[in-house]
């Protein structure tokens, strides 16, 4: 199985940039559809995006289409989400999925079809 662990998180202004990594070892990682979920406080956890297994096809919460950027590295074991200007409601706790999949082809966004979670990294955002 394979373990992750979120970093990269920290306090930013709005209008800034940041990257999130997620380290993956334990299992070949190029075996794993990869997803990024976030949960504010009081709210329930919500999908960002979302990378098929060889990185070649990514879908992305509505909302945050154009500022995210979802990619993966397989040779590194690495997954990166890269957050562009970033605003006040952007502030989470941003967590990396995986699911072992066959499909090359296929993205997954619901949290229900993970099973393996990394531990998360706090993104604030002041204003």
């Known amino acids: 199985q394979v373990q992750l662990a979120e970093s990269g998180g920290g306090l930013v202004q709005a209008g800034d940039s940041l990257r999130l990594s997620c380290a993956a070892s334990?299992?070949?990682?190029?075996?794993?559809?990869m997803s990024w979920f976030r949960q504010a406080p009081g709210k329930a956890r919500e999908f960002v995006a979302a990378i098929t297994r060889s990185g070649g096809r990514t879908e992305y919460a509505d909302s945050l289409k154009g500022r995210f950027t979802i990619s993966r590295d397989n040779a590194k074991n690495t997954l990166h989400l890269h957050m562009d200007t970033l605003k006040p409601e952007d502030t989470a706790v941003y967590s990396c999925a995986a699911r072992r999949t066959l499909s090359s082809d296929t993205v997954f966004k619901s949290s229900s079809e993970f099973g393996t979670w990394g531990q998360g990294t706090q993104v604030t955002v002041s204003s």
């Open positions: 334990g299992s070949p990682f190029r075996n794993y559809a």
